[in-house]
């Protein structure tokens, strides 16, 4: 039973699309997280939401929004895919502060 | 500012010690972590230690923390081909909000 689950594991699209990747954890963690991680594997925190309400938001272009319907759920929308918005977006949870994250294994977005 | 750095790369012969190593800026984080990333994977942690520590043994792991000079270490005794993969240091931020990762040590283990 897979903890973190993200779908779609792969995404490609073309550019000025819009698109969401979903995001689903069993683990009952308070705080969910989007990271992204660019070709050369630099990992980058996007947004935190601490039951379902917005922690951090780190500079994201206002075209990604994310959604927390739950607190099992944070999705993530992006409008107006642009060529530098290809990257592998990770989900992550974690059990309160200071509490390692849990990751899920990613989708990689391929924008043409 | 916010920064964790790590070296890149590491190549070393099966068997051997492999010793990764990560400087930090915030001197407040509780807890320093180790993260291993296969291919086509997301991260799992592979140890944590307390800033109160100074060293924390797991296994083949051991993971020794220097808070004076904000240096933090991964030793993997006995490197298996198995290990080969990219390991991130990472520390928390705003009230535990927050996770900061380096930029990842490629680890290559020759058979």
């Known amino acids: 039973d897979t903890a973190v689950s993200q779908t779609p594991k792969y995404l490609v699209t073309q550019m000025g699309n819009d698109k969401s990747i979903k995001c689903e954890q069993n683990?009952?963690?308070?705080?969910m997280y989007w990271y992204k991680q660019d070709s050369k594997k630099f990992l980058k925190i996007m947004f935190s939401?601490?039951?379902?309400?917005?922690?951090i938001n780190e500079t994201v272009p206002n075209r990604f929004s994310p959604k927390s319907p739950d607190k099992a759920h944070l999705n993530l929308h992006i409008n107006s895919l642009e060529l530098g918005d290809s990257a592998v977006y990770f989900c992550a949870t974690s059990d309160g502060t200071n509490s390692p994250l849990h990751f899920g294994n990613g989708t990689r977005l391929t924008v043409t | 500012g916010e920064d964790v750095e790590q070296s890149l790369f590491l190549s070393v012969r099966e068997g051997d010690s492999s010793v990764i190593n990560c400087t930090y800026t915030d001197s407040s984080s509780t807890y320093l972590y180790w993260y291993k990333q296969e291919p086509g994977a997301g991260l799992q942690l592979l140890t944590y230690i307390f800033s109160n520590m100074d060293m924390k043994q797991d296994q083949r792991l051991t993971v020794l923390l220097n808070k004076k000079d904000k240096h933090l270490s991964l030793r993997i005794a006995d490197t298996q081909t198995g290990d080969s993969a990219i390991y991130f240091c990472?520390?928390?931020?705003?009230?535990?909000?927050?996770?900061?990762f380096g930029a990842g040590t490629r680890l290559f283990v020759k058979a």
């Open positions: 990472a520390e928390t931020y705003t009230g535990g909000f927050k996770t900061i």
């Open positions: 683990l009952g963690h308070d705080t």
């Open positions: 939401y601490n039951n379902k309400e917005l922690i």
